[in-house]
Nanobody
Framework: QVQLVESGGGLVQAGDSLRLSCAASGRTFNAYAMGWFRRAPGKEREFVAAISRTGVSTAYADSVKGRFTISRDNAKNTVSLQMNNLKPEDTAVYYC????????????????WGQGTQVTVSS
């Protein structure tokens, strides 16, 4: 089992950058592929980015491709999401998640979830 805790959210202006981090407990972090999802007010939760166990493979939603970068540090049990050129439509609660399958984009394939961190982008 793994517990996930997100941090780094906040209120920024359009065009700014923000870096989210997710700290995982347990000694088997590198057994899990990791993902970031988000839920905007009044909308369904949506996939943002995912990374493989080793960090070699990644996937991004089209809406964030070229602006967001997912990375992981298996020695520190952390996964990060660097978000550049933020837009008001990026406003959402961002969730870190873990799965034992691989780089997948559907939330039902993920086994563990964090509590989320709020990101608000003003125009």
């Amino acid at each position: 089992q793994v517990q996930l805790v997100e941090s780094g959210g906040g209120l920024v202006q359009a065009g700014d950058s923000l870096r989210l981090s997710c700290a995982a407990s347990g000694r088997t972090f590198n057994a899990y592929a990791m993902g970031w999802f988000r839920r905007a007010p009044g909308k369904e939760r949506e996939f943002v980015a995912a990374i493989s166990r080793t960090g070699v493979s990644t996937a991004y939603a089209d809406s964030v491709k070229g602006r967001f970068t997912i990375s992981r540090d298996n020695a520190k049990n952390t996964v990060s999401l660097q978000m550049n050129n933020l837009k008001p439509e990026d406003t959402a609660v961002y969730y870190c998640a873990a799965n034992l399958i691989g780089v997948v984009t559907t939330s039902d394939r993920y086994n563990y979830w964090g509590q989320g961190t709020q990101v608000t982008v003003s125009s």
